[in-house]
């Protein structure tokens, strides 16, 4: 059992990884309080970075599907989402 | 009138003539330019069935109020012609130079007429009046890079290039690095055997209120140098700095639109790009601030122009493909050659499908390069299987099967943003008249990549926001505006928001229950508000309002649409690919695109028949005359 989080190119380039994988069915609570963790010491900068940011749950908004403390399924990919504009 | 040269120049190839007439002043009030304008000139001059590849297809290049002023992102000009690819209305719109050398020359419209039997450039200059018709052997041939350094600095160029030349379905017109890209329109060139318009002038535009204009302009220019996406995003990352955000969202197209995210997107993104390999900004749009282009660096060619969001995705991850240097390479290639990297994206997965399926020997494979850049070149010069693929994928499916994953409507190529997590998006799609496009609206912003989306896959004012992009659409590519401008009508303070906030939630709940009243407080003509508004009453002298925009943008949709239906094509090509409606992409979902749930509701709002034909009460309305 496990998930899938895929992060941002900032959260990425800082951390020195795309994306995690944690054991179990944590819920989105968890999964941004774990996140956190992996920046150690620099827990700010992750707070930073994710200011602006929404959490998507299989390419849906995580606020429109998931409360904070709904537990995510075995397979899941939750990814920080930073608005943008393209053409 | 104010904000016009006043003048159309038609210019015969066959018989090697050009006139001057005046701009028609009642014209340019109910449809501005650019598009509009060409669409009318387009169904007035031509009657129904023409062959968009023979001498009756006039090719007709449009600017608007806009072109010649200094207004940022208005370095634009339309392409509009009887589109080779879809058999319906084609058009395009391009950046770089030539909009504002035109309006230099003293020209709103350039008519091209009839084929000439040998190729052939034509030099405009509009102080003395006179076009010169050369002869262009020497160029035929050349790539879009070649053909401009030899035609020189000094003068604004459109120029096509071996695609066009070879009347690739999918062949644009360029201007310094920028294309009209869709539609074929640089097929409709290379079938008048004309390879180069260049254009030269000192006239100046005549403003109603230049004193108003300026400080205005003065202003607005600070404004988006500071807004987060017209002077940081898009100016930091360029086009390309969506793709994180479609993929997270499940909407970037891969392998051939069967899925909706690359787990190695992020290697062609913005970002990435940012730190490797990017050597440059480079703005090739005049006067333009933002500045959204990047430079590459390609290994034999050197600095070039680099590729937007929908050529990374749709030859990045759609064929499977996330090694930028190939993107790169293969983005230079579609430029030079001159054809549409979208169609050109789209019609390579569909061969790589149709390989995997055993339908087609086309030894293209998803995620391997090899064999692309020759492919590429194959299908500028109609050679071998790229004769084939020259085609686009609606007769590749016509003729190998595979249609039900042909990426197409109305035989024009998909962009890049998957509808079925954006269900606005696709109604988009399926409506707009020239096919598949994102540019025609880009409703996505609402729904799926902007700071404020509603739900995407609800069916809360699906029908609704298309519409009203469509029309504001339509009146920008008239102005002739860059379609970007509308990304600064969102204020900084509401990207500022978090979206997991308790306000963010509230607004965006508020905006998908808001149906009627959204419809309603877009046709108000009170006064002018955003930009565009200000700048065409500032050069005009006439008032122009929200309301008067979606007024005009519906007069030219809908004129749009009765060039179409002239042509035979109707309600029943107001569709998507099967796959869109049928194959499901999210885990919660079981399906596609509900587009069958969105249409009614589409056509009643834009006051046409369950057939989607305008109703005669609707073009009396809108002074639309057929």
């Not at chain 2, 339509?474 to 509401?494: D, E, H, R, W």
Request: aromatic share 8%; charged share 20%.
């Amino acid at each position: 059992m496990s998930i899938t989080v895929e992060l941002t190119y900032d959260l990425a380039k800082a951390l020195g990884n795309r994306r995690l994988e944690l054991e179990g069915t944590p819920t989105l609570r968890q999964v941004l309080a774990l996140t956190r963790e992996r920046f150690g010491a620099e827990g700010a900068t992750f707070d930073q970075l994710t200011r602006v940011t929404a959490l998507v749950v299989n390419g849906v908004l995580a606020s429109r599907t998931h409360s904070q403390d709904t537990p995510l399924q075995d397979g899941d990919r939750v990814s920080f989402l930073k608005a943008a504009a393209g053409g | 009138m104010k904000g016009y040269a006043g003048r159309i120049l038609d210019v015969d190839l066959a018989s090697r003539t050009f006139g001057f007439r005046p701009l028609d002043e009642a014209t340019a009030r109910l449809y501005l330019g650019g598009k509009g304008y060409g669409t009318r000139l387009l169904y007035d001059l031509t009657p129904a069935g023409i062959d968009p590849l023979g001498p009756e297809n006039p090719l007709i290049f449009a600017t608007g109020p806009l072109n010649g002023s200094l207004a940022p992102q208005s370095n634009r000009f339309a392409v509009v012609c009887k589109s080779p690819l879809t058999g319906g209305i084609g058009s395009a719109a391009c950046g770089g130079s030539f909009a504002f050398g035109l309006k230099k020359a003293g020209i709103d419209i350039l008519i091209v007429r009839n084929q000439s039997p040998t190729p052939l450039r034509l030099e405009i200059d509009g102080d003395k009046d006179s076009v010169t018709f050369l002869e262009a052997t020497d160029l035929w041939g050349q790539g879009t890079r070649a053909t401009q350094e030899a035609l020189g600095k000094g003068r604004n160029h459109a120029v096509i290039g071996p695609a066009g030349e070879n009347k690739v379905l999918y062949a644009g017109i360029v201007s310094d690095e920028r294309i009209a890209g869709r539609t074929g329109v640089g097929a409709v060139m290379g079938s008048k055997c004309l390879k180069a318009i260049s254009v030269t002038g000192t006239r100046k535009l005549e403003l109603e209120d230049q004193e108003k204009f300026n400080d205005y302009t003065k202003w607005l220019r600070k404004l988006f140098r500071s807004h987060p996406v017209l002077g940081e995003k898009l100016r930091r990352y360029g086009t390309m700095g969506i793709v994180n955000t479609t993929n997270a969202r499940n909407i970037l197209p891969t392998r051939n639109f069967k899925y909706g995210h690359h787990d190695d997107a992020m290697s062609v993104s913005g970002e990435y790009l940012e730190d490797h390999g990017l050597v440059g900004v480079k703005s090739s749009c005049i006067h333009c601030p933002v500045a959204c282009g990047r430079e590459v660096t390609v290994e034999g060619v050197g600095r070039v122009k680099g590729p937007e969001y929908e050529t990374a995705a749709l030859l990045g991850p759609n064929l499977e493909i996330t090694d930028l240097r190939w993107v790169n390479e293969w983005n230079f290639l579609a430029d030079d050659l001159g054809m549409d990297s979208i169609s050109l994206g789209v019609t390579l997965g569909f061969a790589m499908e149709l390989q995997e399926r055993g339908l087609l020997q086309s030894g293209l494979t998803f995620g391997d390069a090899t064999g692309i850049s020759a492919m590429i070149q194959d299908i500028a010069h109609r050679r071998g299987l790229g004769n084939d693929l020259a085609d686009g994928v609606k007769r590749m499916s016509e003729r190998h099967g595979g249609a039900g994953f042909a990426m197409h409507v109305k035989g024009l190529e998909l962009s890049a943003y998957d509808p079925r997590g954006s269900y606005a998006q696709g109604v988009e799609y399926a409506t707009t008249n020239r096919g598949g496009c994102h540019v025609q609206g880009a409703s996505m912003y609402f729904e799926s990549t902007g700071p404020l989306t509603i739900d995407p896959q609800s069916l809360r004012l699906k029908a609704e926001i298309p519409v009203v992009q469509q029309n504001l659409a339509c009146a920008i590519n008239s102005m002739v505006l860059c379609i970007f401008t509308t990304y600064g009508m969102i204020p900084k303070q509401v990207h500022e928001l978090d979206p997991k906030g308790r306000l963010h939630r509230t607004i965006t709940f508020l905006f998908e229950r808001s149906g009627p009243m959204y419809r309603l407080l877009t046709k108000l003509k009170l006064a002018p508000v955003t930009w565009f508004e200000k700048w065409l009453t500032y050069i005009t002298g006439q008032t122009f309002t929200s309301g008067h925009l979606q007024e005009i943008g519906a007069r030219i949709f809908n004129l749009e649409r009765m060039y179409n239906l002239r042509e035979g094509i109707g309600g029943a090509e107001d569709t998507l690919p099967h796959r869109m409606l049928h194959e499901s992409t999210f885990p919660h979902l079981d399906s596609g695109h509900p587009l069958d749930q969105l249409l009614p509701r589409y056509y009643e709002i834009r006051g046409w028949d369950p057939q989607g034909v305008p109703l005669q009460r609707t073009l009396d309305r809108l002074q639309v005359r057929t």
